[in-house]
């Protein structure tokens, strides 16, 4: 109940309505509304006196000729016109709800009268006043009545009066002397509201009170206050009841009004009946409605669910993200200590060649200063011959000393500067290119059961992938048991999401799941579908040989949004004059298949079609315009057939009300044949046919078509060989 609240305010003052009216927009205002916002118009510049003196168009001319708003969409509210008698000129109150609402036009002063005025009277309504509904904004000028014209929404009243009493306190006993206990019935001959003490002492169930009906407060509250009800006037002719309902005007009118010629020549019904039936009506409307409230909560539910999945996941992928970075941090400190311990290696080897050099050198430079002092004190020495007894030994260790510090002696072995460059530029590189991206597997698709069905030994599945799902999906692999609880095999492995499998033994229960498949692997299996085959005794061969018979409709969920469906989807029109297309809600892909259509409605004599498709078809052009269909289309007078918009076989002979259309597949020979009103139309239509087809028809608003389904294959027609292949999707 309290959310329809909003429903019972005033959009003006934003309070519950108050003695509401009716506008010719359909809605509802308080009356006492309804005066705060008039806007008047001079005589001197209303439409009809600014028409007839020929002067230039009035500001008001828009609301006598087309309803305009005065709306000011500058302006965000009502606006006044500034230069009119009656125009207010204080500033504009604000209702709670936005609309901004104007205080009540000043009277003009009037001269004094003797006459008092009656305590309690409105003041009239001044001429030429104007309304504009504060929701919609559509305007209109008021007649000799005023307000009175419009009519009083006494249902609404109604309605707000239960709602404020069903909001209202407790009510208290009328007999408790003392602190009154919270009454439980009421006596609607005493009209007394009672606690059951008092009830039990005041009235009790016996004697002349035994009659008495007894109900909760809260019913008899509202039996108190609720008068009998009143039988609705005319707005127009007070004194008459409105009586009929005018079907055309779609208003209760009374007798004068049909006698008065008003609405004479429309037609009228019963207002009692047409009450039954908008009230029939409404329920239905509210049936689809309620059907809508409760997929919202369950949504909204969904959502809610979400949220918390959100933020679980959130939660765990931000963990996940966390021990990822991480891991790739402790890996670059793993390597990093790497390369310092080779840094240091290189560090050590270095500073080793250039120590163990440094101790050659000091030791034979120590070897070489012993000789050059040594040879020093020899050439020092006075005596020839003991000189020249050691002379030429001590020169061959002179040359041989300095022979030792020849070529690359004197030269470092190592260089101080480390020949090491770390190439971080790759990395680097890929750090800033790191992202998310799909590694992960698809999720398991999910059986579409109203889409799968068995007929005689064949089998048809459908899938599609969860809602909402983004991951990448390369194929899926259909598998299906033995029927007899053996082991799941491979049937299907490809693009497709339906498969058709044939050749299945005839009174067995097969298991059937789908998987998806992507570059990161196998997901997981759809729900297993248990399916059974059909009990006849007819071989496959026979059945190949004889054709399939098939039972389907057209399908909403496919066909284009001005598609307009009844009868359980078996009638189709179309709410536009463009060819829309709709297709049947089964595929086929083997055997003989045989459909018809016949005609319910053919006017201005348009262009149907008449065929097949693949899936993918184009929805907002004729069948046959792309290359996903293969059809027929006709006139009243010719056909041709048509795909990949070309057109072929020219062939005398139309279509009226009532015509038959039959479609005949044949995939045993991979052709299409038409008929009409069962004589065939033309030769073989199309022929290399392969693979899955659906049903299919393009219309407009001027045909209307009902399918029929499940018919044997025409007499005339023999068909081929089956084809030995097992499974087609």
């Known amino acids: 109940m309290d959310e329809m609240e909003e429903e019972l305010k005033c959009p003006v003052c934003g309070s519950f309505y108050r003695e509401p009216i009716i506008l010719p927009c359909s809605h509802n205002i308080c009356l006492a509304c309804a005066r705060n916002i008039l806007v008047q118009t001079p005589d001197a510049e209303s439409p009809q006196s600014s028409r007839a003196s020929g002067s230039g168009v009035s500001d008001y001319d828009y609301l006598d000729l087309d309803k305009m708003s005065l709306y000011s969409e500058a302006d ?27 205080p009540p036009a000043v009277p003009q002063p009037q001269p004094q009268q003797h006459l008092l005025p009656q305590p309690g009277s409105l003041p009239p309504i001044p001429r030429n006043s104007c309304i504009t509904c504060p929701q919609c904004h559509r305007s209109l000028i008021l007649d000799d009545r005023g307000l009175r014209g419009f009519p009083k929404n006494r249902v609404l009243e109604g309605v707000v009066d239960r709602y404020q009493q069903s ?104 207002l009692g009946a047409m009450w039954k039936l908008h009230k029939g009506q409404l329920s239905q409307a509210l049936n689809g409605l309620s059907d809508r409230a409760t997929e919202a909560k369950e949504f909204l539910v969904q959502l809610r669910n979400m949220v918390q999945h ?36 290189e560090h050590e080897h270095k500073l080793k060649v250039v120590r163990d050099q440094i101790s050659h050198c000091t030791v034979k430079l120590r070897q070489t200063t012993g000789l050059m002092e040594y040879c020093l004190e020899v050439i020092k020495e006075n005596d020839p011959s003991g000189f020249l007894q050691i002379s030429d030994a001590l020169i061959r260790r002179v040359h041989m000393t300095e022979g030792q510090w020849g070529k690359g002696t004197l030269t470092p072995r190592m260089t101080s500067d480390f020949d090491l460059t770390l ?162 809600n089964s595929s086929f892909s083997r055997g003989v298949h045989y459909w018809e259509m016949t005609v319910d409605r053919y006017d201005n004599h348009p262009d149907p079609a008449f065929g097949i498709a693949r899936g993918d078809v184009l929805k907002d052009v004729m069948l046959g315009k792309d290359d996903k269909a293969w059809a027929m289309y006709v006139d009243n007078n010719r056909s041709w057939f048509m795909h990949n918009n070309s057109h072929t076989n020219r ?69 081929g060989e089956a084809d030995p292949t097992s499974s087609v999707c």
């Not at 009119?84 to 609402?101: D, E, I, L, M, Y």
């Not at 009830?199 to 609720?226: D, E, M, N």
């Not at 009118?253 to 019904?269: A, I, R």
């Not at 069962?678 to 045909?703: C, H, K, M, T, W």
């Open 423 to 584: 190439d971080s530029g790759p990395l680097l590189q890929t750090i800033h290119q790191l992202d998310f991206v799909q590694m992960k597997v698809p999720a398991a698709p999910m059986l579409q059961l109203e889409e799968c069905c068995t007929q005689n030994n064949s089998a048809t599945l459908s899938w599609k992938q969860p809602p909402l799902s983004t991951i990448t999906v390369d194929g899926y692999i259909l598998e299906l048991d033995d029927g007899n609880g053996g082991p799941f095999r491979e049937v299907y492995v490809g693009t497709e999401t339906i498969c058709t499998v044939d050749g299945l033994h005839f009174n067995s229960t097969y298991k059937s799941r789908v998987k998806a498949f992507n570059g990161s692997g196998v997901g997981q299996y759809s729900k297993t579908l248990i399916m059974q085959t059909s009990e006849t005794g007819i071989p496959p061969c026979d059945i190949q040989s004889i054709g399939s018979v098939a039972w389907f409709t057209f399908d909403p969920a496919s066909a284009h949004p001005d598609i307009i469906f009844s009868n359980d989807n078996l009638t189709v029109t179309c709410n536009s004059y463009d060819d829309r297309v709709v297709m049947g």
């Open 167 to 270: 909001k209202a306190a407790a009510l208290k006993c009328q007999l408790c002397e003392k602190s009154p206990k919270e009454a439980t019935v009421m006596c609607e001959q005493c009209d007394v509201f009672y606690c059951d003490p008092c009830r039990l002492r005041c009235h009790p169930p016996r004697g002349p009170l035994a009659k008495h009906r007894l109900v909760p407060p809260a019913q008899g509250r509202i039996s108190r206050r609720t008068s009998p009800r009143k039988i609705s006037t005319c707005t127009e002719h007070e004194l008459e009841n409105l009586s009929m309902y005018c079907v055309q005007c779609k208003t209760p009118v009374c007798y004068q009004c049909l006698e008065e010629g008003k609405h004479g020549t429309h037609e009228v019904k019963a």
């Open 651 to 719: 062939t005398d002979g139309g279509i009226a009300k009532g015509a038959t259309i039959g479609v005949l597949l044949d995939f045993t020979r991979g052709i299409l044949i038409f008929l009409i009103n069962d004589e065939q139309q033309g030769p073989v239509a199309f022929e290399g046919l392969e693979g899955a087809y659906y049903p299919a028809i393009s219309l407009n608003r001027n045909v209307q078509v009902t399918l029929h389904t499940g018919l044997p294959i025409p007499d005339f027609y023999t068909p």
């Open 310 to 345: 959100i933020q679980e996941n959130g939660v765990e992928f931000e963990a996940c993200l966390v021990a990822q970075c991480d891991a790739l941090i402790d890996a670059l400190n793993r390597r990093k200590a790497q390369l310092l311990s080779q840094v240091n290696k």
């Open 76 to 102: 965000s509210g009502y606006g006044s016109y500034g230069g009119f008698v009656s125009a207010p000129t204080t500033p504009c109150q604000k209702s709670p709800n936005g609309v901004r609402v104007f």
